[in-house]
């Protein structure tokens, strides 16, 4: 089994940083990616940003300059440093993860629980 928990979350002002960051832990293979996804109250889950186990990075445009993802040497850890958060960041931000659990398995998709940032005005 492969658990994802994130930290980090919280309150902060337009203008500020948090900086959020997710475990993997379990039975693991090989991680192939990690990627943070956001949802905001009634919209739906939007990829954040995605990091390749080779390290290439994707932002989405609404963050692209202000969110940097990165792992740590291990790449069982990735983190999300957040800047100049605006009120439109406001969403439950989840890790997940791309894991193969055995040598022998599929990988699979795994989802963290979630963790709160809001950014108030």
């Known amino acids: 089994q492969v658990q994802l928990v994130e930290s980090g979350g919280g309150l902060v002002q337009a203008g500020g940083s948090l900086r959020l960051s997710c475990a993997a832990s379990?039975?693991?293979?090989?991680?192939?990616?990690m990627r943070w996804h956001r949802q905001a109250p009634g919209k739906q889950r939007e990829l954040v940003a995605h990091?390749?186990?080779?390290?290439?990075?994707y932002y989405t445009a609404a963050v692209k300059g202000r969110f940097t993802i990165s792992n740590d040497n291990a790449k069982t850890s990735v983190y999300l440093q957040m800047m100049n958060l605006k009120p439109e960041d406001t969403a439950v931000y989840y890790c997940?993860?791309?894991?193969?659990?055995?040598?022998?398995?599929?990988?699979?998709?795994?989802w963290g629980q979630g963790t709160q940032v809001t950014v108030s005005s």
């Open positions: 990091i390749s186990s080779g390290g290439s990075t």
């Open positions: 379990g039975t693991i293979f090989k991680i192939y990616n």
């Open positions: 997940a993860a791309d894991v193969q659990p055995y040598a022998v398995s599929d990988s699979a998709n795994y």
